[in-house]
């Protein structure tokens, strides 16, 4: 992916990104997070608010492998998996930042309508 597509996908508000995602992650069956050595996967926010956040493809997730994250991973989830996870997530009352930009801006969202919107998508491709 060349440097100019990725300007101007993170470009776009939150809300067209997050259908960038869904978009992407149905397309590609796959979905990409953060994770540490133990495979603790990142969170964003407050102690408070803290969010899991997830990224359409790798190389926007890479992106953000600098700093305080410099040792971690980009961890790869295929889409039924990841589904599978979410009811574990909704049981736990566990967001997800559906596709961050550089400056963490970000469409927070439950993991049941994550899930339902990511099945509402995946229908739109059968």
């Known amino acids: 992916m060349n440097q100019q597509k990725i300007n101007n996908i993170f470009a776009l508000d939150s809300k067209e990104r997050y259908g960038y995602l869904l978009r992407r992650v149905a397309d590609f069956e796959t979905i990409y997070l953060i994770a540490d050595n133990e495979d603790k996967y990142v969170m964003i926010g407050s102690n408070d608010l803290s969010v899991i956040p997830v990224w359409p493809e790798k190389e926007f997730a890479e992106l953000f492998l600098t700093n305080s994250w410099k040792n971690y991973k980009v961890v790869e989830y295929d889409i039924h998996d990841f589904m599978e996870w979410l009811t574990d997530l909704e049981k736990e009352n566990v967001d997800l930042a559906g596709f961050p930009n550089a400056d963490f ?5 439950s993991a049941v309508d994550m899930k339902n919107h990511l ?8």
């Open 119 to 126: 099945l509402f998508e995946l229908s739109q491709y059968e």
């Open 105 to 109: 801006n970000t469409v927070q969202v």
